[in-house]
């Protein structure tokens, strides 16, 4: 979010900003929500037609052994009756069971918050470019984990990890190492939004406690009490959902504070950005009047985000220069908060029917003879 | 599962030569070679696989995640990586020397221009790493590279590091043993990017002196030869050194007075003095961080940097320009 200054104007130093709008996170892994969803959507079609391919090689291969079955049952054995992809919607649905898996896991091995959210983030990343018939998430995940583990720095040697999950080979990771490195396409340093969580706790201080507290009812246990709230708020909601790719970390940990408590959030922003331009009552009104509308202003996020710019274009107050900003930042979170929240669940049993289906496409060959056995026992 | 395993789609190795092997490490094949539709030169760094039970080299990983993250004109380039057969390759800018070796070549002369010129590059190639919060943690005149028109870079990045998250602990095993901070030499768990500030100290000390400054034999020597030279810090220049892991006073050296210190820098201005008292001090919270370094007196009063292409190369037999004016003559500053 720039200041809403000049573009043209050099500027005199280089932000926080600049910065993260010249790394690899936001270059090459921040997506608009729906150009997320396309580029899931694309994996899942190109999943669907590398597994036909495989399932075709299969197929002839079998139908040429077997000829006289293949004619007996042209409906049984028929290509598209047999071919059974996971759909997007199964595939978007296994992915987040493999998620909650990635936390479990990673808690098993006391792992820190820093390397489940960075094997969370590889994960998600390999699968915005594979798909789940290609690569089968079990190992990925176990990869992925092991990779985050070594880049920052938590460092498990590849014995007493295999040692510990079960059936797996130090050579089913090994392997794949290289696979997913090449499909994080060699950027490997995540943003989370631990760190700017820390920042807000301390600036909240800052901002609403000094010189002399702002809120009757608000001091610093309160404050620490709301900062490790927003922590687990990110361990639960930012970590396993996709915000990552749509929003950037600041934005994510105001998010997780303004869902946690509302009233002192909006106070720091609106402190922070309309200064001294409202008086209490005011502030009340505009809390209560901002609540109604930030559902109906969401889905104009995309107009408004142009008007804005029109807008500051113009030569305008400074004044209402910020009052865009605040509304904007404040439209973002409640975007980021729903995005986090709205992630389904995933039933175990419907996870093992998803399982199911996905063995079969990595595995063509076991599922065609399962079949043929079963029609040329039927016909003795 | 083959259907990434070989990536045919754009084989990046072929828009790279590899011609010639310049160098081998423990984990990487260095080769010289050209990026053919630009005929630019250079390096490729073949890390070894398949060597390391645990797979992927971890140094060579961490280069490559900061380094991707890491555009400065004085740090080094990553021009690309690929991958072959399970082989990870990082393609970096072509650097044809560095500091150490001018530093050795008795016959370069440096003037105070010179070194001036390569302080400043260093610290803005080092400022950039510390406003992205990533410690080097490995800065010597080895690791600072220079290309051939003069320009610095900031190089091998194997033991660098984000500082990510809050309260964990650090490695103290870090940085050659001549260019480690006290608190490291302590074993302090907790740093700041100050160890970095104390590297580049050593090594402007060494710029200025054109042999080693604080040359340890080993860590224990390397406490004695530190403290010898800059005085053994007490808990009243630096409070709670003593609850340092690995904290001794065995022997208590006095602070250096101004006097000896500009004797053994007897060609040192006093603000160039200042900025590398700035930077070796003993407790890291005193130490200047790269802005103030920046903006340091010694940067901006004369003689004026030198230019990075009329720099010192390491072609001893070639007469040196000198194009700046207000240059003295080119001598040894010892």
């Not at chain 2, 030169?41 to 060579?60: H, N, P, Q, R, V």
Request: glycine share 4%.
């Amino acid at each position: 979010m720039s200041l809403g200054g000049s573009e043209t104007a050099k500027k005199p130093y280089v932000s926080i900003d600049d910065l993260y709008r010249k790394s690899t996170q936001f270059q090459m892994w921040s997506f608009t929500k729906s150009a997320l969803e396309e580029t899931k959507k694309k994996a899942n079609e190109n999943g669907t037609k590398v597994a036909k391919q495989r399932l075709l090689n299969e197929y002839n291969n079998l139908k040429e052994s077997n000829r006289t079955l293949f004619e007996q049952y042209p409906q049984e054995l028929n290509i598209d009756t047999i071919f059974d992809p996971l759909t997007f919607e199964e595939e978007q649905k296994y992915l987040h069971f493999y998620c909650e898996k990635i936390i479990t896991t990673a808690d098993f091995f006391n792992m820190a918050t820093q390397v489940k959210a960075t094997a969370m983030s590889f994960f998600k990343k390999f699968y915005l470019v594979n798909s789940v018939m290609e690569y089968h998430p079990k190992n990925i995940l176990y990869t992925c984990l092991f990779l985050a583990a070594k880049l920052e720095y938590y460092f498990i040697s590849i014995e007493s990890y295999c040692k510990i999950l079960p059936k797996t080979e130090p050579k089913d990771i090994l392997d794949l190492e290289f696979i997913v490195l090449l499909s994080l396409k060699f950027t490997l340093l995540v943003y989370h939004p631990f760190r700017p969580l820390y920042g807000f706790f301390l600036d909240f201080q800052a901002v609403l406690l000094h010189p002399s507290p702002l809120m009757y009812d608000v001091n610093v246990d309160k404050l620490g009490h709301l900062y490790n709230q927003a922590k687990e708020w990110l361990n639960k909601y930012a970590i396993i959902s996709y915000v990552g790719f749509m929003f950037t970390p600041p934005q994510i940990a105001l998010a997780a504070m303004y869902d946690i408590d509302k009233r002192i959030t909006n106070k720091y922003l609106q402190r922070k950005y309309l200064r001294e331009q409202l008086d209490a009552i005011k502030e009340e009104q505009d809390e209560k009047k901002g609540q109604d509308e930030q559902k109906h202003q969401d889905e104009q996020k995309h107009q408004d985000e142009q008007k804005d710019e029109e807008v500051t274009d113009d030569n305008q107050s400074l004044e209402s220069q910020q009052r865009t900003q605040y509304e904007t930042i404040v439209r973002t979170i409640v975007k980021c908060i729903r995005i986090a929240k709205a992630e389904t669940q995933t039933s175990l049993q419907e996870s093992k029917d998803i399982d199911r289906k996905c063995f079969f496409t990595l595995n063509p060959a076991k599922m065609m003879n399962k079949k043929i056995k079963k029609l040329s026992s039927g016909t003795e | 599962m083959t259907e990434a395993e070989t990536d045919t789609e754009n084989v990046p190795q072929s828009k790279y030569t590899k011609d010639k092997k310049v160098g081998e490490g423990t984990y990487a094949v260095v080769y010289l070679g050209v990026q053919k539709h630009t005929k630019r030169k250079i390096a490729i760094k073949e890390i070894k696989t398949g060597l390391f039970k645990d797979g992927l080299d971890m140094s060579a990983l961490r280069e490559v995640k900061y380094l991707q993250e890491l555009r400065h004109p004085n740090v080094i380039e990553l021009v690309d990586v690929f991958g072959t057969s399970n082989n990870l390759n990082l393609v970096l800018e072509f650097l044809p020397c560095d500091l150490e070796v001018l530093i050795k070549s008795k016959d370069i002369m440096f003037l105070a221009a010179d070194i001036k010129s390569w302080l400043l590059m260093t610290f803005r190639g080092l400022h950039h790493c510390h406003r992205m919060s990533i410690l080097h943690r490995d800065l010597k005149p080895n690791n600072l590279l220079l290309a051939p028109d003069g320009q610095l870079k900031i190089a091998d990045f194997g033991l660098a590091r984000g500082l990510g998250n809050l309260n964990e602990d650090l490695s103290s095993n870090v940085v050659t043993r001549w260019y480690r901070a006290p608190e490291l030499l302590f074993g302090a768990k907790h740093y700041t990017a100050a160890i970095d500030i104390w590297s580049v100290g050593i090594i402007f000390a060494e710029l200025m002196l054109r042999i080693p400054y604080l040359p340890g034999k080993d860590d224990v020597d390397q406490l004695d030869v530190t403290f010898k030279a800059l005085g053994t810090p007490t808990e009243q220049i630096w409070p709670n050194v003593s609850n340092l892991p690995l904290y001794n006073s065995l022997r208590v050296y006095p602070p250096p007075s101004r006097q000896e210190l500009r004797n053994r820098f007897i060609a040192a201005t006093d603000k160039a003095l200042d900025l590398m008292i700035s930077m070796t001090q003993l407790d890291p919270s005193r130490r200047c961080n790269t802005s103030q370094a920046l903006l340091h007196e010694y940067f901006t009063e004369l003689p004026s940097p030198t230019d990075p292409k009329n720099l010192p190369k390491n072609k001893p037999n070639e007469p040196t320009v000198e194009s700046n004016g207000n240059t003295t003559k080119r001598r040894k500053v010892e």
